[in-house]
């Protein structure tokens, strides 16, 4: 069975920092590529940064290039993302989801992931 916890979200002025962590479990973890997703109030979910199995190959919105990092620890069966420079326009639910190596679609495409966590909120304020 798998599982995804995502955790490290919270309320932080504009500027500030976090570092939100996915951890799965129940599948061959570097086998799978992992990728954040954020959903705004009212807004559709949207792909944030993405990371191959391995994690030498990286992808970023274009909203959030230069500001935040995706790294993975494939040992941990985790997954971070450094959030630097933070946004009032940043705040929402932040998921992560996995699909395996080979999948045809879009890295940001929301239908080709599965194995979603509950979510962690990041609410930044002016």
Not at 6 to 18: F, I, K, N, R, Y
Not at 45 to 50: L, S, W
Not at 67 to 76: E, V, W
Not at 83 to 107: F, N, Q, V
Request: with cysteine.
């Amino acid at each position: 069975q798998v599982q995804t916890v995502e955790s490290g979200g919270g309320l932080v002025q504009a500027g500030s920092s976090l570092r939100l962590s996915c951890t799965t479990s129940g599948l061959p973890f570097g086998d799978y590529t992992m990728t954040w997703f954020r959903q705004a109030p009212g807004k559709e979910r949207e792909g944030v940064a993405y990371a191959s199995g391995s994690g030498s190959v990286t992808d970023y919105a274009d909203s959030v290039k230069g500001r935040f990092t995706i790294s993975r620890d494939n040992s941990k069966n985790t997954v971070y993302l450094q959030m630097d420079r933070l946004k009032p326009e940043d705040t929402g639910m932040y998921y992560c989801a996995s699909r395996k190596r080979g999948t045809i679609g879009g890295r940001f495409s929301t239908p080709t992931y599965s194995n979603w966590g509950q979510g962690t909120q990041v609410t930044v304020t002016v």
